[in-house]
């Protein structure tokens, strides 16, 4: 099992540009997140999907879309990047039931200039 | 709504010695579950240790052992017999418990945590 993956691992966008960032599980998991972390703020959730086909809002959701057409895959979407952007951003997964632990991916590094 | 407080940006610790990060945070919930996460410069978020909120036991893993005051509201970390391999940032979360399923994690700003030889 790969586990949770991210795509990419880096990236560099110019202010206006738009991009969208893959988050695949293959655990079967029912919840996906997305998180960003800057330093000195620890991880803070940016949207949540509780399964295929649902989506919501976590607490800094501006600047952001997600889609979950699929229940292995989570894509979170900037579609006019801007400087404050600037973060690593970490997606999660968690089963429906059992320990409650959330799986991270590795991390995608981006900066808007 | 729920805030997770790790007091102790930056800590030091020689190696083979006990370290303690502390962890505090406010919720209205009677049932939830708290984690320590540990991020080594790899950036991978590792799940060191959990606790649900309903246990009054105090968890252990290995080394590894919480302190959970539920009243205080307090969740603070021991690492007995430090090694160099535990120099990382350690985050403090909090999950609330639902019936109906997980929610997500709210997370401390974290402890960055270096192991001296």
């Known amino acids: 099992n790969a586990g949770v993956t991210q795509t990419p691992k880096f990236r560099v966008l110019k202010t206006g540009q738009s991009m969208t960032l893959l988050c695949a599980q293959d655990m079967n998991h029912e919840y996906m997140y997305w998180y960003r972390q800057d330093p000195g703020m620890g991880l803070r959730l940016i949207h949540y999907s509780v399964g295929e086909g649902t989506t919501a809002k976590g607490e800094v959701p501006d600047g952001y879309n997600v889609s979950r057409l699929k229940k292995q895959n989570f894509l979170l979407g900037l579609e006019s990047a801007a400087p404050s952007q600037t973060s690593v951003y970490f997606c999660?997964?968690?089963?429906?039931?059992?320990?409650?632990?959330?799986?991270f991916g590795p991390g995608t590094r981006l900066t808007v200039t | 709504a729920q805030t997770v407080t790790q007091s102790q940006p930056e800590m030091s610790v020689q190696e083979a010695e006990t370290v303690t990060l502390s962890c505090t945070y406010d919720?209205?919930?009677?049932?939830?579950?708290l984690f320590w996460y540990k991020q080594p410069p790899s950036r991978q978020m590792i799940l060191v240790i959990r606790?649900?909120?309903?246990?009054?036991q105090n968890a252990t893993e290995n080394r590894f052992s919480v302190n959970f005051q539920k009243a205080a509201k307090s969740f603070s970390l021991k690492i007995s017999d430090s090694q160099l391999g535990d120099t990382a940032m350690y985050f403090c979360a909090f999950m609330k418990y639902r019936r109906s399923g997980n929610t997500p994690l709210v997370f401390g700003k974290g402890t960055r945590l270096s192991v001296i030889a």
């Open positions: 999660a997964s968690s089963s429906h039931e059992g320990s409650y632990e959330q799986y």
């Open positions: 919720t209205s919930e009677n049932n939830y579950y």
């Open positions: 606790q649900e909120a309903y246990k009054q």
